[in-house]
Structures are given as C-alpha cells and as structure tokens.
C-alpha cells in the first residue's frame, strides 16, 4: 500500500510544482515566511522532497525571483513591446508599480530576500529586464551612457513602489498613484532635459 505523502509526490515536475507553490503561498499572504518545509507542506509533499531539487532556501528563493523576474518582464512588454516616448516609458514605470502593489510578496523576494546571484534563471530573467530598459532608454532619451540613464531611472520607479509598498506614500488610489508616477517620471526627464 503506498501512503498519501508517497502518491503526492510524484507531480511529474516537483521543481515547478514547488516554486508555483511559492509564488501562490507569496500572493495569498505577502508577508508568509517561505521555507522549504511550508512550501513542501502546502504542496502536499514530504518535507524532504524540495531538497532533491533545492539544496537550501536561497535556491529556492532564487528560482521564485526568477518566476517574478519573467512575470514582470511580460507585463513591461505587453504594456509596451518597443516604448518610444516619455508618455511610454512612464506607462512602464506604472505597469512596474502596479506590480509591486499586486504582489507584495514576490515582490519582496524578487529585490529584498537573499538570493543566489548565480543562478541561471535568475541571472537570465535579470539580464532581460535589464536589456530591456537600456533599449527603452536608449530609444526615448538623448543620452551617451543608456545603461547608467536606465539604471537611474529603474532606481527612481523601484523607490517609489518601496515607497508605496512601505506605506511611506498613500497607495489608497491607483489613479493617483499612477498620475503621481507619471508625473514624476515626467518631470525627471525635463528636468534632465534642461
């Protein structure tokens, strides 16, 4: 007879059964502590079975921000596949917040949990984001360093979702939360224009 754990287990890709369990458990409750045994325990495995495919948390941390990495990537994208002026760029910074304001959790283990810097995924989906913004840049503003412009202006739309997610700015309104964004997305780039 094979018990109910033995049976559970076997869900054909345990790695990206546990991470799809991570992410759900992080939009369920943005503030849970993920640990492989809760993770494993929510996806009705042994509590030793995440170890077969993560060594450690970080591993598996790693491979949740690399999920959140793809997912944001795909909304900047869709929202706007090729952005071409000021008005896009802050429509991207909006689409960045608005992440961070839907998925707190993922969110935070995507920028403030440690995380394995090596990691394959992780690495991938960081270099796209990345890629990416420069372009986006490169194409919107007149500058000679596109990277050091995009990492600046990434800086600026990532303190403002810290901002909102901390409760530091009101985030009651999403119209005046993307308005508020837009305009200061706006005003940096005449201000840099000047």
Not at 106 to 125: H, I, K, N, Q
Not at 142 to 169: C, N, S
């Amino acid at each position: 007879m094979v018990d109910k754990q033995q049976a559970s287990y076997h869900h054909g890709d345990l790695p990206a059964t546990l991470v799809r369990t991570a992410v759900e458990m992080l939009d369920e409750d943005g503030e849970v502590e993920l640990s492989l045994r809760a993770v494993a325990r929510k996806a009705g495995v042994s509590s030793a079975a995440p170890y077969r495919h993560f060594p450690d948390r970080i591993s598996l941390l790693s491979a949740v921000a690399a999920v959140g990495y793809q997912e944001l990537m795909a909304g900047l994208a869709a929202r706007h596949p090729e952005p071409a002026s000021t008005t896009d760029l802050a429509d991207l910074a909006v689409a960045y917040v608005e992440f961070a304001l839907d998925r707190p959790g993922l969110f935070r283990v995507m920028f403030a949990e440690g995380c394995d810097r090596t990691s394959p995924d992780r690495v991938a989906a960081v270099d796209a984001i990345h890629a990416y913004l420069r372009e986006a840049v490169g194409r919107v503003i007149e500058t000679d360093d596109p990277a050091a412009t995009a990492t600046g202006m990434w800086a600026l739309v990532h303190g403002l979702a810290f901002l909102y997610l901390d409760g530091k700015l009101d985030a009651s309104s999403r119209k005046e939360v993307a308005a508020r964004i837009r305009q200061t997305v706006v005003a940096m780039q005449e201000a840099r224009s000047r």
